[in-house]
């Protein structure tokens, strides 16, 4: 039972445009939500992450959106470039517990 | 920064073999946690450990087990290797905050 879902599992862009990552969750106890990066061969790096009493939260070129009615958020990347192509993974977790629940990803590819 | 490290970046073994994979942390994290990485499945957590000597199950535990004898090492034990255990091993810690630091992982081929 996948509680964290990524139902793209790939996506491409151009060079400059907007890269959108959605991620959808089921379990309504999660608080904190999180965006790993991960390029081949190498362990996932995080990316940035939001908590639920937030909708946005922004990190230069990197924005998470949160609808906890939704359950729903998404990364945006502006601009994407090429150095972005990796796959990035959703995560979740709930307050005052141990473990983590991920999605299974989305393969960005950006275009030069 | 926090540094974990994976012994082995790529394995082969072969089927009924028992197979260790360690992992180590370098910041004195309470948590540490072992994940499988497949196609479309993403990451599936195995087993974790809270402090030394304790573990508790994930959600894909058989065939499995771990071992924390000290604080900075986490081993996972595959005790008689299968073929469908062929995946990429990921090993993470946590301190009290909410944010993992994984390793490179290993890349476990079992033939």
């Known amino acids: 039972d996948q509680q964290v879902k990524q139902n793209s599992p790939s996506l491409s862009v151009q060079e400059g445009r907007i890269s959108i990552l959605n991620c959808d969750y089921t379990?309504?106890?999660?608080?904190?939500f999180l965006w790993y990066k991960k390029y081949p061969a190498e362990g996932p790096t995080f990316l940035i992450s939001i908590s639920s009493i937030k909708d946005k939260n922004e990190d230069g070129r990197f924005t998470v959106f949160l609808n906890k009615s939704a359950k729903h958020l998404s990364l945006h990347i502006v601009p994407s470039q090429p150095g972005d192509s990796a796959v990035y993974f959703c995560?979740?977790?709930?307050?005052?517990?141990?473990?983590?629940?991920f999605g299974a990803g989305t393969r960005l590819t950006v275009k030069p | 920064d926090v540094k974990v490290t994976q012994s082995s970046r790529y394995l082969v073994k072969r089927t009924g073999e028992k197979v260790f994979l360690e992992c180590v942390q370098d910041?004195?994290?309470?948590?540490m946690f072992w994940y499988r990485q497949d196609p479309g499945l993403g990451l599936r957590l195995i087993y974790f450990s809270y402090d030394v000597k304790m573990k508790e199950k994930g959600d894909i535990p058989e065939g499995y087990s771990v071992s924390r004898e000290k604080k900075e090492r986490f081993s996972l034990i595959l005790e008689s290797a299968s073929t469908n255990q062929t995946s990429m091993y990921l090993c993470a810690s946590r301190d009290f905050g909410y944010g993992y630091t994984f390793g490179s992982g290993t890349r476990l081929t079992v033939v």
């Open positions: 379990n309504s106890m999660f608080d904190y």
């Open positions: 910041m004195d994290h309470e948590n």
């Open positions: 995560a979740a977790r709930p307050l005052n517990n141990n473990d983590m629940r």
